[in-house]
Nanobody, 115 residues
């Protein structure tokens, strides 16, 4: 299983960024996918979840109505569109899948929101 995040970097308050996660090594369309984030000095937290066919999504209260998770099963990719960015969105963002009882993680990608 391999998960590779891309698209992070520096964003302005009120601006937008889009993260991508390319997945391989498993039957992508058979599993829900998650985006977690870990702000500096804090624990990792679940930001968004999408089920296997993309028909159901959930969000943490801190990102709800600003972030949108989506997926393309043909491309084995999951995305996180982040709008109305806030400085508190600064974190390392991780792509995650749970297969059986095991968590698989990408290496993470830094998102910094600052003017």
């Amino acid at each position: 299983v391999q998960l590779v995040e891309s698209g992070g970097g520096l964003g302005q308050p009120g601006g937008s960024l889009r993260l991508s996660c390319a997945a391989s090594g498993f039957t992508f369309g058979g599993y829900g996918m998650r985006w977690y984030r870990q702000p500096p000095g804090k624990v990792r937290e679940l930001a968004a979840y999408i089920n296997s066919d993309g028909g159901s999504t959930t969000y943490s209260n801190s990102v709800k109505d600003r972030f949108t998770i989506s997926r393309d099963n043909a491309k084995a990719a999951v995305y996180l569109q982040m709008n109305s960015l806030k400085p508190e969105d600064t974190a390392v963002y991780y792509c995650n899948v749970v297969i059986g009882a095991r968590n698989y993680w990408g290496r993470g990608i830094q998102v910094t929101v600052s003017s």
